[in-house]
């Protein structure tokens, strides 16, 4: 009986233990996403089936019930951005309108919203000049905190010298730039014919413009600016001992000296978006330190059913410290936009 009455007493303390953190964290969730009615109807009018997403069907989505999401998960703010797929079409103008409609709606659930709100306003990405304007508009006039860029814009990538005048404006205004993957462009409909591009593709895409954006020197030439890689990295973390051991071999193609990937991954921060726990954290620490990792929910495209288990998941994770975790749900991001 007193050993029964022992394991009730643990078994009560534990949950305590789990419940109390949950509680006293208020947390600031870095990868939430807002889907504006100018949107939904956007990708109607191009084809894009207005219930769908990259092959998923599109989340219902309100302000109000996004709010009851995170009154129940204890999340104090979200920064909210566009998801995927990003706006880029043939027509110049009605990208450009498009995007200032978006960037337009964020900015007001913000403003009624302001405690539990930040916007990272997106760009028309594949007009230059009309970009380094909506990044005045958006940082002067709607006081957006950072930016969200897709990983490429019509087939062109983060890293290539097309994106340079915009990258020299968010390094002047020492922009928090948000990546999030879109649909790759180029891959054949008989390879993995039919599967929607977030199981898998969207971390391929991650990863290799991220490699872009390393080897193109981006981070050098542009110091003031931080970059967050959602989704724990992609793949990134299983490739980094690969990488690291064939920087001669890209510097040798390359004909010339390149960043050290080494160094250039722990200079990233990394949203723990999806499924992190427990393998992709285990090697996002092996590549950066816990400062650069930041709580990510990816509200409203992930439910509530996947984002429970894996929010768990990394409050009882015994990979990192009480103190660790806590900086991750809030103190990080502090941080990282001061």
């Known amino acids: 009986m007193k050993i029964k009455l022992f394991i009730l007493t643990i078994i009560s303390l534990l949950c305590f233990q789990t419940h109390s953190f949950a509680k006293e964290t208020e947390i600031y969730d870095i990868h939430q996403h807002y889907i504006p009615e100018c949107y939904k109807q956007a990708l109607l009018k191009h084809g894009i089936n207005g219930s769908e997403s990259d092959g998923l069907p599109l989340p219902k989505y309100s302000v109000e019930e996004q709010l009851k999401f995170m009154d129940n998960f204890n999340i104090k703010t979200a920064y909210i951005s566009l998801s995927s797929p990003h706006p880029y079409w043939n027509d110049k103008k009605e990208t450009i309108n498009i995007i200032r409609q978006i960037n337009n709606e964020g900015y007001n659930i913000v403003k009624k919203y302001p405690k539990r709100f930040k916007l990272l306003a997106t760009l028309p990405l594949s007009n230059v000049e009309e970009s380094i304007k909506e990044i005045d508009y958006a940082y002067d006039i709607l006081n957006a905190v950072g930016i969200k860029l897709p990983t490429n814009a019509g087939g062109i990538y983060l890293g290539e010298k097309y994106f340079e005048p915009i990258f020299e404006k968010l390094n002047e205004r020492k922009a928090v730039i948000v990546l999030h993957p879109v649909s790759q462009t180029e891959i054949p409909d008989t390879i993995f014919k039919g599967y929607p591009p977030a199981v898998v593709q969207y971390l391929q895409e991650t990863t290799l413009t991220v490699m872009n954006i390393i080897l193109s020197g981006t981070l050098e030439k542009y110091p003031n600016i931080k970059i967050v890689i959602p989704h724990g990295g992609a793949l990134l973390c299983a490739l980094a001992d690969r990488l690291e051991a064939m920087q001669g071999l890209l510097e040798l193609k ?80 502090e941080q990282l936009f001061k």
């Open 254 to 333: 390359a004909g010339k000296k390149l960043p050290s990937v080494k160094e250039t991954l722990s200079k990233f921060y990394y949203d723990l978006a999806g499924f992190p726990v427990p393998n992709q954290l285990y090697g996002l620490l092996n590549i950066t330190n816990s400062e650069h990792l930041l709580y990510g929910s990816d509200y409203p495209y992930a439910s509530e059913q996947y984002i429970q288990p894996q929010k768990e998941k990394l409050e009882k994770t015994k990979l990192l410290t009480k103190k660790q975790k806590n900086k991750i749900f809030k103190g990080n991001v």
